[in-house]
């Protein structure tokens, strides 16, 4: 695959603070430069399973495909996600991410969309399984895909997340705002992102990668 590399280094200057008020986000963009290498390896290495939704009662196969790695189990929309042992392109990726937001991060949710027709709806990152008001890191990899956020309020604001940027939303946010990639149906290019979440309860493998 192929993405277009913006040929500049990393600036942490470029960050932009997008919301302040009942919680923060903050978007860095080109942290991962070059970029094309993770895409690959992540398309590659991980044990993507096909995401499903019910609805009246029957579970419905979705375009988007999804993983979880990392050291405790995950509770959402009435499934279990069980942790895959950490990659180590997940374990790369991760180091980077928390020296960026000095966090600590105990698991990934990798979402794979193959093209613009995938998306995913409004809803708030609040499962009971995670530490509440703690940071979430959104990495993005492959096609730009409009990031859109609407206040409790009625506020709504969006936001690009290109290719290599990292995405940070903290504090009160996940219980006043809720967020969803929307189907843009021109874009043919696939994206991978990666939101690493803390965990009340996680455990240490006996090994940290797949044999
Ligand atoms: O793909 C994205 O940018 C967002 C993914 C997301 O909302 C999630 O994993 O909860």
Redesign the pocket.
């Known amino acids: 695959m192929n993405f277009e590399q913006i040929e500049q280094p990393l600036r942490l200057e470029d960050q932009v603070q997008l919301i302040d008020r009942n919680g923060s986000v903050i978007y860095f963009p080109r942290i991962f430069h070059p970029s094309q290498h993770y895409f690959n390896r992540l398309n590659t290495d991980c044990c993507w399973q096909t995401e499903t939704v019910k609805v009246f009662g029957q579970w419905h196969p979705l375009r988007r495909q999804t993983a979880w790695y990392g050291t405790a189990n995950y509770r959402y929309s009435g499934q279990v996600k069980t942790a895959q042992p950490w990659l180590p392109v997940l374990l790369e990726i991760k180091a980077q991410v928390e020296e960026l937001t000095t966090d600590t991060y105990h698991a990934v949710?990798l979402?794979y969309?193959p093209d613009g027709l995938a998306g995913?709806g409004w809803?708030a990152?609040d499962e009971r399984d995670l530490n509440p008001n703690a940071a979430i890191a959104?990495v993005?990899f492959g096609a730009t895909?409009r990031?859109d956020l609407r206040h409790r309020d009625g506020e709504t604001l969006s936001i690009n997340?290109e290719d290599g940027s990292v995405l940070v939303m903290a504090g009160e946010l996940q219980q006043y705002w809720k967020?969803q990639?929307p189907v843009q149906r021109k874009i043919k290019q696939p994206r991978i992102?990666l939101?690493f979440r803390s965990m009340k309860s996680s455990f240490h493998f006996a090994s940290s990668f797949h044999p």
């Open positions: 949710l979402n969309y995913i809803h990152d959104s993005s895909r990031f997340l967020h990639v992102n939101t």
